[in-house]
């Protein structure tokens, strides 16, 4: 059978995609691409913006009408917190899983033999961690993406993800030891750690287990491989954790620690734990400890409470702070959340011009900070071919995108480079 999957949303729906054609590959199925025929097509959906959500009813729409003998699986978090929406929407002809049913979809899809079924659990419910395994980076990549925790306790109150994915759960220890010796077997040298809210790992385990204990463990026993976290919050970057970070060779240079908001209102109103303070408090110091360190963030503009003032904060933060890229979006209202039902100061036109201004900001900061890259060397991880022969792209361990010649095909190899000279937001560099 052909099976064709497409993934909307964030690293960890990406790793349970690649997590579930691994289990058709196991069921002797063909991988193809989601624009080819297939007999079997899997939508991994997201809810975390309106927008998402649309997109994701869009995609199944145009394949039930594109592909109507095909069996079409929609999964994943707006399927989990809308699954009333995408029946009113799509209609019959699509079967719905939920978060907690990812395990299942390559054995249910291949045994149901009909097209449509709604096989979605309370997930506030859930205690434990479902495991979704991966042995080998999906084709054409070189890293690895490894999800060792699911859900979220926090509940800001924009934020639909704690319903889509429920409570914090930690994958244990040992099967995430495997998986990583899978993976480095297979020739893999950098592994992200991902999950929904990293910081809290090992927080449900009984053996007492942290983030920074596993990061000791994983760096310790892999010294081929090097280790990267998806994203932290500023209030779960330890400086024990910062300290071992700076000491260890393996572990990249590199954090997202989102943001949201440089306006302390803004902040309680989204139920943020951290104040403006807090945060370039941190920034400054992962600078002086790690002077090379790629530290992005996330912001969100025009959320109900922001209105000029508020953004101004938010923009003279960022200026101040030695942040390295920066990622914008719109503020976008989610029924079921707090932020919903709150009064909003600006227009959705208004919300969008910001989140434009804080992307050319971020424009200017990472070229500034490719600009202090120069006369450096730096480990990259060689990710492929660029747009000219005997040329090859790659990325920094502080996440700095860099391309350079070589004669031979360095592609998955991790390689010290001399950074010459940077051009915009990238790096032209030439192997040590």
């Known amino acids: 059978m052909r099976v064709a999957i497409y993934t909307l949303g964030c690293k960890v729906n990406q790793f349970e995609s690649w997590a579930i054609e691994e289990q058709f590959e196991s069921l002797g199925c063909q991988i193809v691409s989601w624009k080819e025929e297939a007999d079997i097509y899997v939508v991994n959906t997201c809810a975390v913006t309106s927008k998402a959500a649309y997109q994701s009813r869009q995609v199944l729409n145009r394949l039930r009408r594109e592909h109507p003998k095909a069996k079409i699986i929609a999964t994943g978090c707006h399927v989990q917190t809308d699954p009333a929406m995408i029946m009113e929407s799509v209609g019959t002809g699509v079967c719905l899983a939920g978060n907690e049913q990812k395990?299942?979809?390559?054995?249910?899809?291949?045994?149901?033999?009909?097209?449509?079924?709604?096989?979605?659990?309370?997930?506030?419910?859930?205690?434990?961690?479902?495991?979704?395994?991966?042995?080998?980076?999906?084709?054409?990549?070189?890293?690895?993406?490894?999800?060792?925790?699911?859900?979220?306790?926090?509940?800001?109150?924009?934020?639909?993800?704690?319903?889509?994915?429920?409570?914090?759960?930690?994958?244990?220890?040992?099967?995430?030891?495997?998986?990583?010796?899978?993976?480095?077997?297979?020739?893999?040298?950098?592994?992200?750690?991902?999950?929904?809210?990293?910081?809290?790992?090992?927080?449900?385990?009984?053996?007492?287990?942290?983030?920074l204990s596993l990061l000791k463990e994983l760096c310790s026993n892999f010294p081929e491989v090097r280790f990267r976290l998806s994203s932290i919050e500023a209030t779960e970057l330890s400086d024990e954790l910062l300290e071992w970070a700076s000491e260890t060779g393996n572990f990249c240079r590199h954090f997202h620690i989102p943001l949201q908001s440089g306006s302390t209102k803004v902040l309680k109103d989204m139920n943020r734990r951290y104040n403006p303070e807090d945060f370039e408090e941190l920034i400054f110091k992962i600078k002086e400890r790690i002077p090379l360190c790629g530290i992005g963030t996330d912001v969100m503009t025009g959320f109900p409470s922001e209105g000029e003032e508020e953004f101004k904060h938010t923009v003279e933060l960022l200026e101040r702070v030695p942040i390295t890229y920066l990622h914008a979006f719109p503020y976008s209202p989610r029924p079921g959340t707090v932020a919903a039902a709150m009064p909003c100061k600006t227009t959705r036109k208004e919300a969008k011009e910001r989140a434009r201004q804080i992307i050319d900001l971020g424009r200017e900061k990472r070229a500034r900070f490719c600009q202090q890259m120069v006369g450096k060397n730096i480990k990259v991880l060689v990710e492929g071919r660029g747009d000219r022969e005997n040329v090859f792209k790659g990325r920094?361990?502080?996440?700095?995108?860099?391309?350079?010649?070589?004669?031979?095909?360095?592609?998955?190899?991790?390689?010290?480079?001399?950074?010459?000279?940077?051009?915009?937001?990238?790096?032209?560099?030439?192997?040590?």
């Open 103 to 211: 395990p299942l979809i390559a054995s249910m899809s291949i045994k149901h033999t009909g097209c449509t079924g709604i096989f979605i659990s309370d997930i506030s419910r859930v205690k434990e961690i479902s495991p979704l395994f991966v042995s080998r980076p999906p084709r054409g990549r070189t890293r690895a993406f490894l999800k060792i925790q699911d859900g979220c306790n926090a509940f800001c109150s924009y934020c639909i993800v704690p319903y889509a994915r429920g409570r914090s759960r930690s994958l244990p220890e040992d099967m995430i030891v495997k998986q990583v010796m899978d993976l480095a077997e297979k020739g893999v040298k950098e592994v992200v750690l991902t999950g929904i809210h990293i910081g809290f790992y090992g927080r449900d385990l009984k053996n007492g287990l942290s983030l």
């Open 396 to 432: 920094g361990d502080n996440y700095v995108e860099i391309l350079m010649e070589s004669e031979t095909d360095p592609t998955g190899r991790l390689i010290d480079v001399s950074c010459l000279q940077s051009i915009g937001d990238a790096l032209i560099g030439t192997p040590c």
